[in-house]
T-cell receptor, first 114, second 109 residues
Framework: DSGVTQTPKHLITATGQRVTLRCSPR?????VYWYQQSLDQGLQFLIQ???????AKGNILERFSAQQFPDLHSELNLSSLELGDSALYFC?????????????FGSGTQLSVL | GQNIDQPTEMTATEGAIVQINCTYQ??????LFWYQQHAGEAPTFLSY????GLEEKGRFSSFLSRSKGYSYLLLKELQMKDSASYLC??????????FGKGTRLHILP
């Protein structure tokens, strides 16, 4: 158990809908990363937060947004969903990325858009 | 831009040694990670290199050459449970951690 909690584990929805994925980092970790993993694409970096502030952004679509709350949990919002958004979404947390601290991954949310 | 290259697939025999290479071109370098990922599961940390040289941890070792933009993961005494994907990831100066597409390793008995 990595200590990172992601909910829900599975999500099935329809095109055009909006969903929210939730992540609770390990106790004490200030940084949260979001990744998307499709079958042949590997882990695609979406966005990183550190202590409530956006730190770095990857190729995140405009239909996607995220935030980190004062209690350090994070939410990833996906809207106007398309079939191609079906993927495994991982959240990872780190104590201090700048000090070489590793990422601990949650078990992921499997999103299926039908 | 960021580019991380690893072989897509490799096959090795139980008990043998395998080396998985990773080359990278990133805007700034602030450390390289190796992760293991079994199908349908979360990646788990294997090793971290920020200085040139070899880091050894049990059956797994990782090497880094910053001047060449090159790393490898060495797995010794292969076991069937080592069948998994191995992901190379680079952290840049903004703490963005970018992953390669991973190398799927198949272990044959």
């Amino acid at each position: 158990d990595s200590g990172v909690t992601q909910t829900p584990k599975h999500l099935i929805t329809a095109t055009g809908q909006r969903v929210t994925l939730r992540c609770s980092p390990r106790s004490g970790d200030l940084s949260v990363y979001w990744y998307q993993q499709s079958l042949d694409q590997g882990l695609q970096f979406l966005i990183q937060y550190y202590n409530g502030e956006e730190r770095a952004k990857g190729n995140i679509l405009e239909r996607f947004s995220a935030q980190q709350f004062p209690d350090l949990h994070s939410e990833l919002n996906l809207s106007s969903l398309e079939l191609g958004d079906s993927a495994l979404y991982f959240c990872a947390s780190s104590a201090d990325p700048g000090a070489g601290e590793k990422l601990f991954f949650g078990s992921g949310t499997q999103l299926s858009v039908l | 831009g960021q580019n991380i290259d690893q072989p897509t697939e490799m096959t090795a025999t139980e008990g043998a040694i395998v080396q998985i290479n990773c080359t990278y071109q990133t805007s700034g370098f602030n450390g390289l990670f190796w992760y293991q990922q079994h199908a349908g599961e979360a990646p788990t940390f294997l090793s971290y290199n920020v200085l040139d040289g070899l880091e050894e941890k049990g059956r797994f070792s990782s090497f880094l050459s910053r001047s060449k933009g090159y790393s490898y993961l060495l797995l010794k005494e292969l076991q069937m449970k080592d069948s998994a994907s191995y992901l190379c990831a680079v952290r840049d100066f903004s703490d963005k951690i970018i992953f390669g597409k991973g190398t799927r390793l198949h272990i044959l008995p």
